[in-house]
């Protein structure tokens, strides 16, 4: 058992010499832990990849999933006090990298699914290429139709060339503008373990979203950070783009929980398959 601060961790720890540590904060996703952890399973060489799931305090039946598995590093975070969503998920990818030694690291969700035996080796490709680079993975790795893709875009110009200018609100909320600069998002995301000890980084540093200080530090120190666009990382796995919150309304307003939010979650996860992974057992093994 161990403690960090006030929230009482409880680690399960199975050893082996692979090449990447995968951290994966679970919180109530229970059809989403099974999908995500068997899909891991099914396309990931045992010998590379060395799981690390973050309980956030559940208490429910996907934690009794989660100790179930012979084959994950589990941490559970008990009495953990209320944070804001994206607080706690980089808490406890926090909590995860702790764990992680290995020469590399991966940060992932529950919704975060992979879909080829080739993810892995991809992704290690991308960082090898270059040991300027300091990480790989995404900003963004979902599919919006072109009508909608055409409305953000000109929405963004709209924005940029009238309406922030008018009201004097500078670059406002416009993504990839000042501080609200692209950085690889904690769905899939691949460091350099050595560069997080040497410039002693973390998710939640600046009590920002997961990932985005941490991005600014590392390129502040002069490495690289490859964003992978959206169609060649869809070939290898898919991201159901806020699927813990609709799954669980509570944690950010009903607005979540619409039906047709549920709705697209379900189809997304009817296109990986889900109905024969969730049924086989002989992925948790």
């Known amino acids: 058992m161990k403690k960090s601060g006030k929230v009482q961790l409880i680690i399960v720890m199975h050893t082996k010499s692979p090449l990447v540590t995968i951290l994966i904060p679970n919180y109530k996703t229970l059809e989403l832990a099974k999908l995500c952890l068997r899909s891991l399973r ?53 909590a995860g990298l702790e764990l992680a030694d290995t020469p590399y690291v991966l940060s992932i969700h529950t919704d975060t699914i992979v879909t080829s035996a080739d993810w892995l080796q991809f992704l290690l490709k991308q960082i090898t290429a ?68 040497k410039f002693e980084c973390t998710f939640s540093e600046g009590n920002e979203t997961a990932g985005k200080a941490l991005h600014r530090k590392l390129l502040n120190n002069g490495y690289r950070m490859l964003f992978i666009p959206t169609d060649e990382l869809s070939k290898i796995m898919k991201h159901f783009n806020h699927a813990t919150m609709v799954l669980n309304p509570e944690i950010a307003g009903k607005k979540t929980g619409k039906p047709s939010a549920f709705k697209r979650i379900m189809r997304e996860m009817q296109s990986v398959d889900y109905k024969t992974i969730i049924s086989d057992y002989n992925f948790d093994q």
């Open 42 to 94: 099914r396309f990931t060489d045992p010998d590379k990849a060395k799981i690390v799931v973050i309980d956030n305090d559940s208490a429910d039946a996907s934690l009794d999933y989660l100790r179930s598995l012979p084959w994950i590093t589990l941490i559970e975070r008990k009495n953990v006090a209320y944070q804001p969503p994206a607080i706690m998920h980089a808490s406890a990818l926090d």
């Open 130 to 197: 270059d040991e300027n680079i300091a990480a790989v993975g995404s900003w963004k790795l979902e599919h919006k139709p072109l009508i909608k893709r055409f409305g953000k875009k000109l929405e963004k110009w709209f924005q940029t060339a009238f309406w922030f200018p008018l009201t004097g609100r500078g670059n406002g909320a416009i993504a990839g503008r000042g501080p609200n600069h692209y950085y690889l998002r904690s769905h899939c995301a691949l460091y350099r373990t050595k560069l997080l000890r």
